[in-house]
């Protein structure tokens, strides 16, 4: 059968989602506690592969198995051999024409920004973080040029592997609670580091650095070298991929409300 998990992690001491020959990733550490569950080697696939320093509140994987277990018996079970900062939040038979990549019709993230003029304590490595005051208004209007189908090249890391910089952001909402920014970006797909570029942009036409139409000739210019310095990870937030309905998958996770 086709099984699908939706897991949550926080990324803070880890090289990303992709397994790796150190074996200190989210991938390794979750096919080790399925292996030690089910008695057999398991290999995933996931919906969206994150980097170090970011966090997933709902990454979706598939694998097929033969064993037959409670979905309820894959979650806690495969818990018990995952370590504290790595929980399986859901398991759920899905058929065999399901693919957590392929099948998701959007993706979405967000990234939370302390404003401060001290730097993170409690929340280290969980906040991104900036110490001069942001216009809102100035952010807002900066991403709105972003929305649509674009050329995302000057948004894209030099070693990222898409076959095509062309991607459709559908949506960037900007809110604010207290000294916490929240930023949610919603796409068809993203490339690599394009969040936190973009990012790097706004936080510099936030603060006055820019004006807003500057991401214009930013996004115009097709060129990373023309874009703001790539933001940190560690206020990216994997929320998660959005399925058609009839896949009846969950479209949350309890964590979502721990952010700001």
Request: glycine residues 8%; contains cysteine; proline residues 5%.
């Amino acid at each position: 059968m086709r099984l699908a998990l939706g897991v949550s992690y926080n990324g803070q001491s880890y090289e990303g989602w992709q397994s790796q020959l150190s074996g200190r990733t989210i991938q390794d550490r979750l096919e080790h506690a399925l292996g030690k569950f089910a008695a057999q080697r398991v290999s995933t696939l996931c919906a969206g592969r994150t980097d170090a320093g970011v966090h997933g509140l709902m990454q979706v994987v598939h694998f097929d198995t033969e064993l037959v277990r409670e979905t309820n018996s894959w979650v806690r079970g495969t818990n018990t051999f995952l370590p504290p900062d790595i929980a399986v939040q859901w398991a759920q038979v899905v058929p065999r024409e399901f693919h957590c990549r392929a099948s998701a019709i959007s993706r979405r993230y967000a990234y939370v920004l302390l404003e401060s003029a001290v730097r993170p304590s409690v929340d280290h490595g969980r906040v991104g973080w900036f110490y001069h005051p942001l216009d809102a208004q100035a952010m807002q209007q900066a991403a709105s040029h972003l929305i649509g189908e674009h050329d995302f090249s000057s948004f894209r890391a030099s070693a990222c592997q898409a076959l095509s910089p062309v991607k459709h952001l559908q949506r960037i909402e900007i809110s604010r609670r207290g000294a916490y920014w929240r930023f949610e970006f919603e796409a068809n797909a993203f490339l690599h580091h394009m969040i936190r570029n973009i990012m790097g942009c706004l936080v510099d036409i936030g603060q006055g650095k820019r004006p807003p139409e500057w991401i214009l000739e930013v996004l115009a210019a097709r060129s990373r070298d023309a874009a703001s310095p790539t933001f940190s990870p560690a206020g990216l937030y994997f929320l998660g991929p959005r399925y058609e309905a009839r896949w009846g998958l969950p479209d949350r996770t309890a964590a979502y409300d721990a952010l700001p």
